[in-house]
């Protein structure tokens, strides 16, 4: 089972920012925080990822709370393209059989004109 | 190149017939992996490569059959497949089955009905 929690959709102006807040209470030590978007009948792609700092790529930033039992991405500006079903996903990267993408049910995120 | 190619991209098929969806990536990547992806669900894991080995098979069904020929391809052969089955079926590479800077890419899926 997936163990974070997300909200099942939002709604973003373009150009504004979208936060996309994620709940992972039980994250284990070990496991970092992975986030991939679905585009509409396109592969899932992967965005960002981080263990307990805050990271930035060129896509998003990842914000991670200090006890680590949620995280926030922020699209700073988002555009139509955007619009997206978000997964949050936690993953031991060294969990041998535990090693796995467990989707949840995402966030659809849907970025308005 | 950091693309993964599926074919076909659409597929029909009766419950008596035989069929394979294909999967490539060129990026070097050692580990491979099927999906399944039902309407408005999110993606399910069925099996992963590993260094062109059968690592995880998520208990799918016999009638799907997994087959790694080398390290850039990854095959799914169907055979008597259920309605049920009627799904996007999704591939995947990545560096290697584990580490830390290890992010899946995926293909664009075939989708796959069975009549």
């Known amino acids: 089972d997936a163990k974070t929690t997300q909200p099942p959709s939002m709604d973003c102006a373009e150009g504004r920012a979208a936060n996309l807040p994620c709940n992972h209470s039980t994250i284990s030590g070990n496991e970092y925080v992975y986030w991939y978007r679905q585009i509409h009948s396109q592969g899932p792609q992967y965005i960002i990822h981080g263990l307990k700092n805050n990271e930035t790529n060129e896509m998003a930033s990842l914000i991670i709370t200090e006890d680590r039992k949620s995280s926030t991405l922020i699209l700073p500006h988002a555009t139509l393209r955007d619009t997206a079903v978000y997964y949050c996903i936690v993953r031991d990267p060294y969990g041998g059989a535990t090693n796995k993408l467990i989707f949840g049910t995402g966030t659809l995120l849907a970025v308005q004109p | 190149d950091t693309e993964v190619t599926q074919t076909p991209k659409h597929l029909v098929m009766g419950m008596t017939n035989k069929k394979s969806l294909k999967c490539e990536q060129h990026?070097?990547?050692?580990?491979m992996y099927w999906y399944k992806q039902k309407a408005k669900k999110p993606p399910e894991l069925m099996f992963v490569y590993s260094y062109e080995k059968l690592s995880i098979n998520e208990s799918v069904p016999s009638r799907f059959s997994p087959e790694c020929p080398n390290s850039s391809l990854l095959n799914l052969h169907l055979h008597a497949l259920q309605p049920e089955d009627s799904a996007l079926y999704l591939c995947?590479?990545?560096?290697?089955?584990?580490?830390?800077?290890?992010?899946?890419?995926f293909g664009p899926g075939t989708r796959l009905t069975v009549l």
């Open positions: 995947a590479s990545s560096q290697d089955r584990q580490g830390r800077n290890n992010e899946q890419f």
């Open positions: 990026m070097g990547h050692r580990a």
